[in-house]
């Protein structure tokens, strides 16, 4: 038998028992959508904050105290400046919500990493919460204390109004994005007073988008001068974290391990019992990395018992077919077809329910994300995860259909021929 008729029969029984065969597509279409959207969200969360940190730059230390487990904000224990905000576990009044350990970075030891080879800028911040008030309107936000000139070259993000603070500013203030769109609903703050723990601030800057949002990110909180932070939240000793700019004729990672060595020295702590966290851009994005393929896989196990049912679906309807058929089958046979056509006819089958369900589930997958971006969720379909997909459906008709379609090769002429 050749191949165009072969096809051409497995499209006319399919036609022929239309609802069946829709109920089983619908089956890999659902199972299909469901696994490449759900791997889309979790491909997306890893592009948006990777492509933070790439903005981020490179050249990017953050010093966190306490260990790996210490930190509320960030990935392994530190927040991300700009994406996380470096806030660094500090809760409001001053208290560290350090669990990893009791070390405490001050100061004077910041003074010190101050003057390591390689660094070009070191931010030293105090970081709490505090109700900010603003007209009538107060809301708790995340206050963070920052060297002035440092601050735009470790925040992470350009000054969309007004500008970023100086040496000269004393109350002066720059507010992440979502403070001010969101929180308070002004974009055009800027010269506009707000009052923190009773004092009033100039605004004199509203940062641009960092793209992220939640506790700790740049968008969702104020800078203020670090003098005046020390002061008004009673935080003279210790710091809250560290945000380091590697000059560019150094190595970032080389910067890094002479800060941890140089930490390890004044805490006298071991590398095996270290009480605060060191890392770079690269480290996150290792870490990131790790925790998303363990969330891909895991996304894709669960979206995959969903296809799983439908290829139980494509089963039972090949095995009614083969059933219905037998007689088909029986005829085909006495004219002479041998039982290899028979089992091509039934994979066949098979193949066009998972290709079409397939393709189907691709299509709703790309309605899906388009909804999920239109919540603020990311979703990224990529051309090797809709081919996969695809892919992935055909294969399961087909192994649906293999069982079947050996028992109708095996039918004999006669036997098949008399069924009733």
Known sequence: ???????????????????????????????????????????????QINSRLNTLGANIITVSPGGQSSSRTGIGGVGIPGLGGGAGGQRPGGGTTNTGGTGKITFSEADTLRHLDGVEYLDARVSTRSTVGYKDKNASVEIVGTEADAFLSTVGVDVLHGRGLTEADQYSAVLGYSVANQTFNDLEMVNRQITIKGKTFKVVGILNTSGTSGFGSSDSSIYIPQKIAKNLFNQTTEVSSIVIAVSPDYDTDAVATSVEDTLMALHKVSSTAKDFTVQTAATMQAAISSVSETLTIFLGGIASISLLVGGIGVANTMFMSVLEQTKYIGLLKALGTKNRDILKLFLFEAGIIGFVGGSLGVALSFGVSYMLKSFSLPSVLSPELVIGGLAFSVIVGLVSGVVPARNAAALEPIDALRYE
């Open 1 to 47: 038998m050749k191949l165009l008729d072969t096809i051409r029969l497995s499209f006319n029984t399919l036609t022929h028992r239309k609802l069946r065969s829709w109920l089983a597509i619908l089956g890999i279409v659902v199972g299909v959508a469901a696994i490449i959207s759900l791997i889309s969200i979790s491909l997306g969360l890893s592009d």
